[in-house]
């Protein structure tokens, strides 16, 4: 007997109702590369009439009291959902079951805070009083939505890279436009179906399905998108960036993120983080440990201990509870993994463990006698692959975790209070974490990069601020 499994079929969601599509595009399971959905590819039109729902949501403002309700109840209705949206995600990105989770407990946070701060959105006095000629004078500042927000997402974190952005732009009063990575779509069309469950007024949220190019354009294209926020590579960013004219844009983009391991560091507990924050989600974080500086002294202890975490990682079929490493997302982001650490190789870099690819698999992969010239240190990797190397003194290590093009996050494993102090003020990155790699992570921290990784803060009491103008309120008494 065969069992034929349906594979369903999702519409657009516009002006508060589901819009089938003739065409649509297929989302693959990334383990077994099986079709798992259908799914509506948007025409201008489509994102013209989103545009325009949008636009005439905001003329029935929400009060902060229930832009609270409504994602309070989202994130009650997304844990409640929480297997099967993580069964979701095993499928559509390849992420190991636990890891799924994990993100779907943390998208929930994002709008559970989310929603906290819808109810602390303020303005302050300002003292026009004291300038001369003003004294009969009184002000405040308030802070107001920015009106239509388009919000485009990557594949890597499909869920909470979303909340990050919708939960903000509705907690700060504004509508938005969902535009999520083609090849990770259903997690964002269930985050979707929940807001209509919790009743949010229609053209609050419009979720728009499609090639990224095209549906790019024709955002950037309509002028009552008032802001972008993206997240994705710097080629997209740059793109935006150029193309959104006078509107805002906020950009989480991409890096090359180093760890520094000094001597007096725990050396167990360093390697160990290292290992496993190199090779979450097959390396595909752009947080994810790329270069590690190992203070000289401590090396060879480190990489032994680095190794042997890397070597007990157990890669596989993503949806079982035991395995740490899934497939990437697609063979062609493998071979070119590969090719990286090919090209490393023959320069004269050595693998450690790993260095082999399996179709859409590659090997949790350490390096060593790196140059940081090569690709692999120098380019952003976003693969399972770590480059380690030695350094002799801090400020050695300090120029070169700052000879890149990028600046997300960096870690620091000290005990030395003045080295940390010293990296704290050197370091150029928006994030700099003592005693943890670079790939830690809260939803409520302040996250967003210098250089090339971007501008414009996450964390939803950043993001607020983004997505909100300061005006300012004058009395003359
Ligand atoms: N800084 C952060 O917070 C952060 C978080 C996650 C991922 N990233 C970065 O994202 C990248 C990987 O994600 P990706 O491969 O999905 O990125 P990507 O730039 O290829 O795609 C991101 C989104 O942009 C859309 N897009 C593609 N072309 C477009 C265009 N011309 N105009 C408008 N939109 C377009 C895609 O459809 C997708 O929705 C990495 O560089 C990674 O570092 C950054
Ligand atoms: O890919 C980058 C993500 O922003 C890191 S995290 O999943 O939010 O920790």
Known sequence: MTTTVQVPTYGLYIDGRWKEKQVTFEVLNKYNQTTIAHVASAEKQDVDEAVASAKQALKLPLSP???????????????????????????????????????????????????????????????????????????????????????????????????????????????????????????????????????????????????????????????????????????????????AGLRKVSLELGNNSATIVHNDADIVQAATLCAQKSFNNAGQVCISVQRVYVQEEIYQKFLDQMKKVTESLEIGDPSQSTTQIGPMIAEKEAIRVEQWVNEAVSNGAKIEVGGKRDGVFYAPTILTNVDDSMKVCRQEVFGPVVAVSTYRDEEEVISRVNDSIYGLQAGLFTNSLSFAMKAAEEIEVGGLIINDTSGYRVDQMPYGGMKQSGSGKEGPKYAIEEMTEEKIVVFNL
């Not at 929930?108 to 303020?122: G, M, N, P, V």
């Not at 802070?143 to 974190?157: C, D, L, S």
């Open 65 to 243: 009291y229930e832009r609270f309700t409504y994602l309070k109840k989202a994130a009650e209705l997304l844990i409640k959902r929480k297997e099967e949206v993580a069964n979701v995600l095993v499928q559509e990105v390849g992420k190991p079951i636990t890891e799924s989770l994990g993100e779907v407990e943390r998208a929930a946070q994002t709008l559970e805070i989310s929603a906290e701060e819808a109810k602390r959105i303020h303005g302050e006095g300002v003292p026009v009083e004291a300038a001369p000629g003003s004294e009969t004078r009184q002000a405040y500042t308030k802070r107001v939505p920015v009106g239509v927000v388009a919000a485009i997402t990557p594949f890597n974190v499909p869920l909470n890279l979303v909340c990050h952005k919708i939960g903000p732009a509705l907690a700060s009063g504004n509508s938005v436009i969902l535009k999520p990575a083609e090849v990770t779509s259903i997690s964002a069309i269930i985050l979707m179906q929940i807001f209509e469950e919790v009743g949010l007024p229609r053209g609050r949220f419009n979720l728009i399905t499609g090639n990224g190019a095209k549906t790019g354009e024709w955002l950037l294209e309509n002028e009552d998108v008032n802001m972008f926020t993206f997240t994705g590579s710097p080629r997209v960013g740059k793109l935006i960036r150029e193309k």
